[in-house]
């Protein structure tokens, strides 16, 4: 596909829960963001990927989050022992490269947590 | 800490009218700023990216400016219709950053 994919759509998970979501970045974008976006908090950064390495994971709430890519290409978001708070949609953003270029956006995924 | 504002948090029009979209930030180094549009549950679209260096961005309805020594961009749009309809973003990034630094948005209601 042309655009920014991610996976699942949706999720629903217990609290206590390991979830993990997924991010396919446009073909040859260099650069994989994530971003979260809860009602109380607008849209946070969470970390970004160039190539396979996370220079800035700045934005990880606390030690359940973690977020590694492979290949250059595919990124998975891993929250542990899930909470009520973690319930947002997690966005995922690609661009060509770094040097603050234009960031594309993925649909995101919709995570509840009951 | 880079932090985004956008005025109003709502907007709604009739149909037709032209309207102004507002975002301030606290720190003007700047490199770049992007306007995103994003309609219920989907993600963002990005509509204007304007670089530092640049007072204003154009895309067919769409105006955004830029004065970074202010700390204010504005995003006009032009004769307004109901597809218009969505909630518009506004976000920065800072020199020697990679993370876009977002306002909590505009939801703009167009009226038939």
């Known amino acids: 596909g042309a655009g920014v994919s991610q996976s699942p759509s949706n999720k629903v998970t217990e609290k206590g829960k390991d979830v993990e979501l997924r991010c396919d970045p446009i073909?040859?974008?260099?650069?994989l963001y994530w971003y979260r976006q809860s009602l109380g908090q607008g849209l946070e950064f969470l970390i970004y990927?160039?190539?396979?390495?996370?220079?800035?994971k700045s934005g990880l709430p606390s030690d359940r989050f973690s977020a590694e890519r492979t290949g250059g290409s595919v990124s998975t978001l891993t929250i542990q022992r899930t909470q009520q708070e973690d319930s947002a949609v997690y966005l995922c953003?690609?661009?060509?490269?770094?040097?603050?270029?234009?960031?594309?956006f993925g649909p995101g995924t919709r995570l509840l947590v009951l | 800490k880079q932090e985004v504002t956008q005025i109003p948090a709502a907007l709604s029009v009739p149909e037709g009218e032209n309207l102004v979209l507002n975002c301030s930030f606290t720190d003007s180094a700047i490199y770049n700023l992007q306007w995103f549009r994003q309609d219920p549950g989907k993600g963002l679209t990005s509509l204007l990216l304007?670089?530092?260096?640049?007072r204003e961005q154009t895309s067919g309805r769409l105006n955004a400016s830029l004065d970074k020594s202010s700390g204010r961009s504005t995003l006009y749009i032009a004769a307004s219709q109901p597809g218009d309809s969505a909630t518009y973003l506004c976000?920065?990034?800072?020199?020697?950053?990679?993370?876009?630094?977002f306002g909590k948005g505009t939801k703009l209601t167009v009226n038939p």
């Open positions: 990927f160039q190539g396979n390495s996370a220079p800035d």
């Open positions: 304007i670089q530092s260096s640049q």
């Open positions: 976000a920065v990034i800072g020199g020697g950053s990679e993370k876009l630094v």
């Open positions: 953003a690609s661009s060509l490269d770094t040097g603050q270029r234009t960031q594309y």
């Open positions: 073909s040859g974008h260099t650069a």
